[in-house]
């Protein structure tokens, strides 16, 4: 099964931090996502990227910013971080063909 | 705006019985269907696909799709309590494009 690994698992930030979320796939797949869950509202598309430097804007992208630097990994910045988003984050990634999301095992994200 | 909408929110079914749950496009532009489901403090699993008009059953599992109506439905026969999770439904334009997702049925199977 394809491998998708997030650090870190738990964070904890003030409101104004500087917080980068990290993840790596093994797959060779060219996409990859970063979602957020809160309750009621499934998964929400932050950004996503078709490869190394490419970046794509998701249905929820304000006050996030992301970087694709390799084929592997994929960075989500948040430089001024608000409670309202304290969230759980997933990080995905699929082949081309995107039949399928294969998704990390989450990072939670508590923002004071 | 939502583009996949779940029905119901949330569902109880006892141990044994169907589970049926329903997902809707409103855009019109999709005609690839997936369904997720993701147990409590883990992380979401494709469960199964769909992209031609028809059913497709995998064990205890079977999904429909209504291409016209833009509407899938799973359902999950003989439940178990292991099948207790919160199920994804998305969908997309063809494979080759970004994914959506709607909120989710959580279903709780009763022993």
């Known amino acids: 099964e394809a491998a998708v690994t997030q650090s870190p698992r738990n964070k904890v930030t003030v409101t104004g931090g500087n917080v980068t979320l990290s993840c790596r796939q093994t797959?060779?797949?060219?996409?990859m996502y970063w979602y957020r869950q809160d309750t009621g509202h499934g998964l929400r598309l932050i950004h996503y990227?078709?490869?190394?430097?490419?970046?794509q804007i998701g249905d929820v992208p304000d006050g996030y910013k992301a970087t694709r630097t390799t084929q592997e990994d994929f960075f989500l910045l948040l430089e001024l971080a608000s409670p309202s988003q304290t969230s759980l984050y997933f990080c995905?990634?699929?082949?081309?063909?995107?039949?399928?999301?294969?998704f990390g095992p989450g990072t939670r994200l508590l923002v004071l | 705006q939502q583009k996949v909408q779940q029905s119901p929110e949330s569902l109880i079914v006892p141990e044994g019985g169907m589970a049926s749950l329903n997902c809707t496009s409103s855009?019109?532009?999709?005609?690839y269907f997936w369904w997720y489901r993701q147990h409590s403090g883990k992380s979401p699993k494709m469960l199964m696909?769909?992209?031609?008009?028809g059913e497709k059953e995998e064990g205890r599992f079977t999904v429909h799709l209504n291409k016209a109506s833009l509407h899938t439905s799973l359902h999950i026969r003989d439940s178990q309590p292991s099948d207790s999770a919160l199920y994804l439904c998305?969908?997309?334009?063809?494979?080759?494009?970004?994914?959506?997702f709607g909120d989710g049925t959580q279903l709780v199977v009763k022993p």
């Open positions: 995905a990634s699929s082949d081309d063909n995107q039949d399928t999301q294969y």
């Open positions: 990227s078709y490869g190394a430097g490419n970046l």
């Open positions: 797959n060779s797949h060219n996409y």
């Open positions: 998305a969908a997309s334009k063809g494979n080759n494009n970004r994914i959506f």
């Open positions: 855009d019109r532009n999709v005609d």
């Open positions: 696909s769909i992209f031609s008009n």
